[in-house]
């Protein structure tokens, strides 16, 4: 049999290059050889934005939509929608039963998460409920499929360690070994950075958009960082200090285009404006599939609806095998 993967994104809206090349891409290549749950974690949306509901789903339609853009077979992987698969709540109340509150109180991710709502809103202590759940309810994810591993980020780490030390927890309190310890897979990716250097976000104006067009992409790819000593057209560049844009051509260009790149860049045969239009060129070839297929979903919504019923469906299925179990374990009536 082969072995279950479960992994989710927030419905952030349209999706970027960081997420493509950091996430999704990594995805596609699982979905052959694991049986692939990846859900649009829309609760995991509430825990923050739960006053501003009203482009959940457009977001949510959005995020499936540029999935299957790169390549997410719904033949082979399950997409699913969180809020759909209601065992998943079920889950989370099981789970949050048997957490210590310091278990979640020390998640670095959540500090982070709530160190940055404090400093929008304003909001001296205001942490609800649900938010301190958050990994709790990740946790719920996880398990409502029994997975064995988790692909994610370096950033969610400590989420999966948590969902480990619930799993420990779990079985020792039910005398089961039913939940098995799922495993981190960190994404062999590239990491992408902003046009400007930074973290690619969308939030920092910074980022390529899946579903950008090609001249948009071109006319971002002007304005990418480059060696900032080069001031002339025949001053020679160094490669190694081109902060964005040769970082860009490391990750788009063949090898020898990427060569051929260094050489003119040391030589200044070639100059940085030319040379960003080539890497627009080349950044648009490479997303030319992915946006005709995005194009093709976006003309045909019922098709992504449909995906996201019947995967949402089979998630079901799965999860409510996994909830008999634990309903037994329990001891529920
Ligand atoms: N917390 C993850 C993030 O912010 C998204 C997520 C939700 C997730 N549920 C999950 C990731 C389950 C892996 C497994 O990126
Ligand atoms: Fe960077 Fe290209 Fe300019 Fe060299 S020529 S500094 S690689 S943008």
Known sequence: MKQKIMSGMRPTGKLHLGHYLGVIDNWVKLQDEYDCYFSVADWHALTTKYDKTDDLR???????????????????????VQSLVPETAELHIYLSMITPQNWVERDPTLKDMAKILK????????????????PVLMTADIL???????????????????????????????????FKEPQPKLNKCSLICGLDGNKMGKSFHNDIKISDTAEDTAKKVMTAITDRSRIKKDDKGHPDECEVAFKYWTIFGSEEEINTTRCECENATRG??????MLGE??????K?????????????????????????????????????????????
């Open 289 to 333: 599939e992915i946006r005709e297929r995005r194009t093709y979903y976006e003309q045909h919504p019922e098709e992504v609806e449909r995906i996201i019923k019947e995967g949402s469906e089979k998630a079901r299925v799965e999860a409510q095998k996994v909830l008999a179990e634990v309903r037994k374990l329990v001891k529920m009536y």
């Open 144 to 178: 409502t499929f029994n997975a064995d591993l988790v692909p994610v980020g370096i950033d969610q780490v400590a989420h999966v360690e948590l969902t480990r030390d619930i799993v420990r927890r779990f079985n020792n309190i039910y005398n089961t070994d039913f």
């Open 58 to 80: 457009k977001d949510t339609l959005d995020v499936v939509m540029d999935w299957l853009a790169c390549g997410i077979d719904p033949n082979k992987a399950t997409i699913y």
């Open 282 to 287: 080349k950044i648009n070839e490479h997303l």
């Open 272 to 277: 940085c404006a030319q040379c960003k239009r």
């Open 119 to 134: 400093s929008k809103e304003g909001m001296a202590s205001q942490i609800n409920y649900g938010l301190m759940g958050y």
